[in-house]
């Protein structure tokens, strides 16, 4: 091994991102017993926190930032967790084993964590610049968009994904007036069937949002009134106090990229979460990795992804060899609905609906062998939270299932748990 490349003796673990993944990752490394130095950086201002409810009770002020800690400040200090935050990594040089911060001081690292996840999409037409068009990914981003939900404020949002539909709902529960244009022929792209996305779009509209959907924002223009107007191709002019960019995110590369790792759409890392330098793991949103489930690579953005690669990576730092197994799991929140997808319904050969009532459907995804490989679900949360909890129960089983049963709202989906159990 070459003399540099040979981890200093006092060289401690080292994650670059101290949002939702690196935070859990560092709890990790201590819990699965590194008694050394564990240092996390992290370019916001504020300590590890989980970004779920920044576009739902945040906005309505519920939910404060102690709710959203990974651990308390007091936490971190007894873990032993160093964490140097409001600060950013510029270069990690391979060679050395060490990583330069913007101040240009140095850490050495034995194993390192890439946890640097994503930034928000911006929109690039003329006049995005303007301070109230805002986008949403860190808390400072929230607060800033709070303010300007107040009763009667017209808020327009960019984009039909979960994101610009959960700050539609917060926006419309605060009373203002919402309009919401998605450039796409329907919301959600292809995140849901069809099917799927016409109820979200019916309750919204029914909670009083304007939806637009294959309308492409060309400006925006601040009006004599103070106003905003954003225009869109085919002429139209939409009026806001505020517009929220809901846009998507993109992975945040340049680090990796700049080191020679190989990126792709994301970090590109084996199913150990180790990136092509053996000493360098990358997890959470902005990581690459194999479906334990098809082989082929997918990127995650979410929470359970976030919350259970990290763990993985700890203890692979640490030089288990524990591959990452888990099944994608998603939800979303909005009014009193929720939306939750499970396994890889794009892998499906064919879908089965059931509709338990009250405006819910939950479908279920089939392999070619008939195995049960994805599933989704929207409705009421007090109508199909039990259901979507079983469905995703089925599908880490990862069972074959009779699709006259799984269409029939008259048979529980609790027997078909009891009887996975029992074959198991
Ligand atoms: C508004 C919102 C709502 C969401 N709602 C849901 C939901 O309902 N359900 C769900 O399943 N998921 C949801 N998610 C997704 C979930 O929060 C993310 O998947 C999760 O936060 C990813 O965690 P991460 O640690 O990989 O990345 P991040 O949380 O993005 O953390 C990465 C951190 O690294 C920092 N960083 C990056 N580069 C550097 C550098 N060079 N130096 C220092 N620091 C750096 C970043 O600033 C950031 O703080 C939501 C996300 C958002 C934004």
Not at 179 to 192: F, S
Not at 199 to 206: D, K, M, T
Not at 380 to 404: C, F, H, N, Q, Y
Request: aromatic letters at 4%.
């Amino acid at each position: 091994m070459d003399a540099l490349a040979t981890p200093s003796a006092h060289a401690g673990m080292v994650i670059i991102g101290a949002g939702h993944c690196g935070g859990r990752a560092a709890l990790a490394l201590r819990n699965l017993g590194w008694t050394g130095a564990i240092t996390v950086i992290g370019d916001e201002p504020l300590a590890p926190y989980e970004r779920p409810p920044l576009s739902k009770s945040v906005l309505s002020g519920e939910t404060g930032m102690d709710a959203m800690q990974l651990a308390a400040v007091d936490a971190w200090h007894e873990a032993g967790v160093t964490l140097r935050l409001g600060c950013r990594v510029n270069a990690i040089d391979r060679a050395a084993r060490s990583i330069t911060l913007d101040d240009g001081g140095t850490i050495a690292y034995r194993s390192l964590l890439l946890a640097t996840g994503g930034a928000a999409r911006t929109l690039s037409i003329p006049g995005a610049q303007h301070p109230r068009v805002l986008s949403l990914r860190t808390h400072a981003d929230a607060l800033a968009l709070r303010d300007h939900l107040r009763p009667g404020a017209r808020v327009v949002l960019v984009g039909g994904g979960f994101i610009g539909l959960e700050v539609a709902a917060s926006a419309r529960e605060a009373g203002c007036d919402v309009e919401l244009v998605e450039g796409a022929p329907r919301l959600l792209g292809r995140a849901v069937p069809e099917s799927v996305a016409s109820l979200v779009q019916a309750l919204h509209q029914a909670r009083g949002t304007r939806i637009r959907c294959g309308a492409q924002p060309v400006e925006i223009v601040q009006r004599d009134d103070g106003r905003l107007a954003l225009l869109l191709a085919d002429g139209s002019t939409l009026v806001a106090d505020v517009i929220v960019a809901g846009i998507g995110m993109a992975p945040r590369l340049e680090l990796a990229r700049a080191c020679g790792l190989d990126v792709e759409h994301g970090i590109v890392v084996d199913r150990h979460l180790q990136t092509s330098d053996a000493a360098i793991f990358a997890a959470g949103d902005v990581c690459q990795f194999p479906s334990s489930l098809s082989g082929l690579a997918m990127r995650q953005e979410t929470w359970h992804n976030a919350e259970t690669q990290a763990c993985v990576a700890a203890a692979n730092m640490l030089g288990a060899a524990s591959a990452y197994g888990e099944s994608p799991w998603f939800w979303s929140d909005q009014y009193d609905h929720t939306l939750q997808v499970s396994g890889e319904p794009a892998l499906a050969a064919s879908c089965v609906s059931r509709v338990p009532g009250e405006g819910a459907l939950l479908l279920f995804f089939l392999g070619r062998d008939g195995v049960l490989v994805g599933a989704s679900g929207f409705g009421p949360a007090s109508v199909v939270t039990r259901d979507l909890k079983i469905m995703r129960k089925l599908v880490e089983g990862r069972v074959r299932l009779d699709p006259a049963v799984l269409a029939d709202a008259a048979q529980p989906l609790k027997k078909l748990l009891s009887m996975m159990k029992e074959a198991a």
